[in-house]
């Protein structure tokens, strides 16, 4: 039987979600209020009631091109997110499915990656591309940031995986089943919502990674996180339109985690299967 939550304690829990919510979505709020400013204004300070202004989206939009790394960012995180699941899923399959000895291991070491700070290897990786041809390029971002991601995606799914009924499975190999058609056929279907929130997780953090993506690109690839860099000139901060610029490129994945919050909880607090 659920305790009884009396009403003092539900106010106080409300009120206190409310205040966390404020702490964090405050950041965004100043930016959104800045945006709105002139630069004059922005300078001055924080300010509840500004004046109106839509003067700094204007000069964004026709002074830089938005569009283009815009849509280089829906390519990269798209596209490095689709090429992870697919290295991904087989992975997660092999080590919940059929272990070794050294599956733990492996799955250690593979968590062990991200703690290496990135700018130990960024000369080495800069080299690679160089010589390869892949930098300023959309395939070799995509690749790039697959691989920062990958252990992540392995991770997450290697959990949902592992809540699956192992004999639901084994009942498909008893009916015919190839390896390839269990895994499309049955696995995946299965493992939907840690899929999807494995997918919704990793789009965020390719969308987010500004890193790797304002060193290894000038213009031809790139994304939003190079474009609101580029408004730090020697000239100084605009402040006004590097707000403007931040909003816009927030704005696509605040939309998108706020109509899939629901699928994203679900599939980081759930698992798979229940």
């Known amino acids: 039987m659920a305790r009884a939550v009396t009403t ?9 979600a409310w205040t966390v919510a404020l702490v964090i979505f405050f ?3 100043y930016t959104i209020i800045t945006s709105i400013k002139t630069e004059t204004e922005a300078i001055q300070g924080f300010d509840l009631i500004p004046s109106f202004t839509l003067e700094n989206y204007v000069t964004v939009q026709t002074q830089r091109d938005y569009f283009k790394p815009f849509m280089n960012s829906v390519v990269i995180s798209v596209g490095s997110t689709l090429l992870a699941l697919i290295i991904a899923i087989p992975a997660a399959w092999a080590m919940a499915f059929s272990p070794t000895k050294r599956t733990k291991d492996i799955l250690m070491w593979m968590l062990s990656t991200k703690m290496m700070p990135a700018v130990a290897v960024l000369v080495p990786i800069y080299l690679l591309f160089r010589d390869f041809g892949l930098l300023d390029s959309r395939i070799g971002l995509t690749v790039m940031l ?3 991601n990958l252990p992540i ?5 290697y959990t949902y995986f592992r809540e699956i009924p192992g004999e639901i499975l084994e009942a498909a190999r008893m009916d015919g089943a190839s390896l390839l058609n269990e895994i499309v056929y049955v696995l995946t279907p299965m493992a939907v919502p840690g ?18 993506t304002i060193r290894l690109t000038t213009t031809n690839a790139a994304p939003l996180t190079a474009f609101i860099a580029s408004f730090s000139s020697p000239q100084g901060l605009f402040w006004a339109k590097l707000s403007a610029a931040s909003t816009l490129a927030i704005a696509p994945i605040v939309i998108l985690g706020w109509f899939s919050q629901k699928q994203l909880v679900r599939g980081l607090t759930f698992g798979a299967v229940k």
């Open 153 to 157: 995606v392995v991770w997450m799914l």
């Open 27 to 29: 950041p965004i709020l």
């Open 8 to 16: 003092r304690r539900r106010i106080a829990l409300t009120v206190l």
């Open 195 to 212: 899929i999807a929130s494995t997918m919704l997780l990793n789009v965020i953090l390719a969308w987010n990674e500004s890193f790797w």
């Open 146 to 148: 697959m691989l920062i």
